[in-house]
Structures are given as structure tokens and as C-alpha cells.
């Protein structure tokens, strides 16, 4: 089989690697579709996601759908052919954080793709995975694969909005048209928020947003624009910019929330400590996701409107100019890898 494998810092490539083999309590999946994650992208730009640094050679990916392809010894599943995606995220031992339902944030939680131990924990972006039967997820018979394959981005926005609480008939900003703030947006819309503000320096991602279910599209550099106009009850960043957070913190009301999702870039970063002191603002942390796994699926089959989000598709053998495609904003937003085959 061929997978796509990183070794470091712009050095990606599409590698011949054994066939595996499920053991007990596991399926082996034939992956049909991958997305290239934002992760994926800073390991391959800068060989590194925050502190994580690529010692070695890795499989990126952790957006995986594809079938059944054969059981372990003794493992009951699903019969080959059948349409599945994996949840991510496996932690080792219960710790106190996964024993009180948070599991995202349990210090020894292991996810696909990711170079926070070494060895590395290899990824999905691989013609054949394994997958232990807790984490497979039977995809609905309606649910076309190239939707299905945003479970997992769609997990991290639905967590998100549900740090944010009660979002019906609030108006929220979201800074960050990625595919993540997309998603985000859709979810804000389907969970009943009044208005959706969406701001980026960007014409195409804010054309995506709209396509999503924002009310409202800003351009982040335009701060004269209406759409400004009034506070907002809820603010969640996903751009990852600190100029993002900084427009959270000060277009947020009083006594409102803002979701810190977007990752920011490592060290400090400069915070209106005072306003959000005097304006009593709950600042929250969104990281990644626990349960909404399944409830990602659900509102997949619901009928999301999610379409625009996935603007290219790559077959594996063009991995490089995939990932330099997801990496050009003005372009691109979710890009996937086909890997049913390697031609």
C-alpha cells in the first residue's frame, strides 16, 4: 500500500509501506478519502503544530473515511464493504480529565497523525489503516462520502459552539473563514444563532461562509464596514490570529463570551486583559473534540450545508500540489486526498 508520509519540513512524500493486519478487537479500513487537516498543513510547512516537531518519519491524517476491508481474530464488526469513518482520539489510562467526561483534554490522549510522542502516532492519509472497533463509526447509507469525511473538523466546531452554551437568537462573530470557522458557522446557524457574523481578509473564504449560513460577511481589514455595527453576544476565534482574538475581545458585549478555538502561535501573545477584566467577558477554551463524534455524523445526515467547504480533491500520488493547494487561501478551503487509488 501507499500512504502519505511526512519527514519533515517541506519533505513530504508518497511512500510504499507493508500492508497491515488487524489483531484482536480491530478492522482493517480501506480509506477511500483523507482531508488535509490545518495540523497537517504546519508539519508540513514548518515540520512542526506548536511544540510537536517531526523526529521521524509520519503518516499525516486523522479525517478518514473509507470500508471495512477484513476483522481481526474474534472481532465482531461490520461486513466488509461497509461505509465507515473513525473517531479519533484514544486516551491510554483514565485520568481525571477523561474520568469526568473531558476527554479531549486528557494530558495522555493519543490522536492520528501527531508527533506529540515519539514514536510518532501514525495517521490516517494510508490506503489501509487499522481501527480498533470502539473508535469505527458505521456512516448512514444517504451520506456521500466526500460530506461524510468532515466528521471530524465538524466535531471540533460543534464543540466549539457548545463551549460557547446557548446560542439561540444571539448574534455571534466568528474571525476565520477556514473550514473550521465555516463549520463552525453552520453549526451556529443550525443551533438557532439569530445572526452569524463571519470576518477574514479574504474574498473566497468569506464567499464559503455565506454559502455555510453567515448572515453577514465582513472583511477583517474593513473596520468601517456595517456588518461591525453593534456588539455581539458571542465571539468564537478561528483564525488562530492574534488580531482575531484582539477583534473578539473588543467587539464582544458586556458580560459576553468569547471561544478561543483557532490555535495562536507559540509564546505569548497580546491580550486586552483590561477589557475583558472591566467587561467581566468569560473567555473559554475550545480543543478539539470528545463526544460530538456522532452527533457530527448525524447533522451531516441532516443535511449541513457543507457543500462549499470542499473545494479540491487530489488523487495520492499528488499529495505535494494537494497540500500546496489547501496551503493557498485565495483558492482553497477543504482539500481531500483520494486514496483508492495511487495513480
Not at 463524534?293 to 500520488?317: K, M, N, R, W, Y
Amino acid at each position: 500500500m501507499h500512504a502519505c508520509v511526512i519527514h519533515g519540513a517541506g519533505d513530504l512524500r508518497v511512500e510504499e509501506r507493508a500492508p497491515v493486519t488487524a489483531g484482536h478487537g480491530e478492522v482493517t479500513v480501506s480509506v477511500a478519502l483523507g482531508g488535509i487537516c490545518g495540523s497537517d498543513l504546519h508539519y508540513y510547512r514548518h515540520g512542526r503544530v506548536g511544540d510537536f516537531t517531526v523526529r521521524e518519519p509520519m503518516v499525516l491524517g486523522h479525517e478518514i473515511v473509507g470500508h471495512v476491508a477484513a476483522a481481526g481474530p474474534g472481532t465482531d464488526a461490520p461486513g466488509a464493504g461497509t461505509p465507515v469513518a473513525r473517531a479519533s482520539g484514544d486516551p491510554l489510562r483514565p485520568l481525571r480529565p477523561c474520568a469526568t467526561g473531558r476527554r479531549n483534554i486528557c494530558e495522555d490522549t493519543r490522536y492520528l497523525g501527531s508527533a506529540a510522542r515519539t514514536p510518532h502516532i501514525q495517521g490516517g492519509l494510508a490506503q489501509i489503516v487499522t481501527v480498533p472497533t470502539a473508535q469505527l463509526r458505521v456512516l448512514p447509507p444517504d451520506l456521500a462520502l466526500h460530506h461524510a469525511v468532515l466528521a471530524e473538523p465538524l466535531s471540533v466546531a460543534l464543540h466549539a459552539v457548545h463551549r460557547a452554551g446557548d446560542v439561540r437568537g444571539k448574534r455571534v462573530l466568528v474571525t476565520g473563514a477556514g473550514p473550521i470557522g465555516c463549520l463552525v458557522t453552520a453549526v451556529l446557524r443550525h443551533r438557532g444563532a439569530a445572526e452569524v457574523v463571519v470576518s477574514d481578509l479574504l474574498d473566497m473564504p468569506l464567499s464559503i461562509a455565506a454559502a455555510s449560513g453567515a448572515t453577514a460577511t465582513v472583511r477583517a481589514d474593513d473596520p468601517g464596514a456595517g456588518a461591525w455595527a453593534g456588539a455581539f453576544d458571542v465571539a468564537v476565534e478561528a483564525s488562530g490570529a492574534p488580531t482575531g482574538l484582539r477583534t473578539c475581545v473588543e467587539r464582544v458585549r458586556r458580560g459576553g463570551t468569547v471561544v478561543l478555538l483557532g490555535l495562536l502561535p507559540p509564546g505569548e501573545v497580546p491580550l486586552l486583559g483590561n477589557i475583558a477584566v472591566t467587561r467581566e467577558l468569560q473567555l473559554r477554551g475550545a480543543f478539539r473534540f470528545d463526544t460530538e463524534f456522532d452527533e457530527a455524523i448525524g447533522v451531516l445526515a441532516q443535511g449541513l450545508p457543507v457543500e462549499a467547504i470542499v473545494t479540491h480533491t487530489f488523487s495520492l500520488a499528488e499529495s505535494r500540489a494537494a497540500f500546496d493547494t489547501a496551503h493557498d487561501r485565495t483558492v482553497a478551503s477543504k482539500v481531500l486526498l483520494d486514496l483508492r487509488t495511487h495513480a
